[in-house]
């Protein structure tokens, strides 16, 4: 569950740098949509969690990355889905 919410909340993070880096409208709305959703569902699974088996020892996940185009986007992401897999 560490893993999982460090790389959640990384998540909000790193998506919210995308979304201010991208040129395309519509991904600087999708990328709106995420960062501002997953944040507080991140929350709420790490609070629902801790209330039962304790405080979490949240870990350093990776640093921010530059967004260098729409397949940085899908790479981003297919990581993100794999882990929560």
Request: cysteine-free.
């Amino acid at each position: 569950m560490e893993d999982l919410i460090s790389v959640l909340l990384h998540s909000v993070n790193q998506v919210h740098t995308f979304h201010l880096q991208t040129k395309s409208f519509a991904e600087h709305k999708a990328l709106n949509e995420y960062y501002d959703s997953v944040g507080d569902l991140a929350d709420k699974l790490a609070e629902a969690y801790q209330g039962k088996y304790g405080i979490l020892n949240y870990k350093n996940v990776s640093k921010i990355e530059k967004y260098e185009s729409k397949e940085t986007l899908i790479q981003y992401f297919d990581k993100i889905i794999k882990i929560i897999e």
